[in-house]
């Protein structure tokens, strides 16, 4: 299992997740669901996953450390401000709203199983993998930071 940890892109993740959605959109027209203004919901739910994902991305950069997710090793330092006060991953919870929201676009019920699959591997292969790193590194600091605030807050 250790083989896949920090390996795959999120981005990737987030497309593969985003196409077993829409092949199990296909293959389950009886559990599409019609709701008056689901798409207005999507795309105000797409919207804001975006922005937090960028709003996470710019605070890395201006803090010039590394944006690469497989190399959580080159972090030059901590980023506990901004959005990174309410959530330790911004830029993934930004891509799993982002994957709520093409599930709405879908229209399928069966398509939302998929968001607690794309939190479980994020989960294992990418988050705690992280986190070893960072704890190796920084030490203390990301010890009381990780103990203030939540994961997929």
Known sequence: MRALELKVPPAVVVVTCGAIMWGISRLTPAASIEVPDLQIAAL????????????????????????????PGEASKLVVGGVYRWSRNP????????????????????????LPAFVAYMTAFQIRPEERLLLSKFGESYAQYKSAVRRWA
């Open 44 to 71: 105000g739910l797409a919207l804001v996953g975006v922005v937090l994902a960028i709003i996470a991305v710019c605070s890395f950069r201006a803090n010039h450390t590394t944006v690469d997710p497989r190399t």
């Open 91 to 114: 830029m993934y919870l930004g891509m799993l709203l982002l994957l709520a929201a093409w599930a709405l676009c879908l229209s399928n019920a069966a398509a939302l199983f998929l």
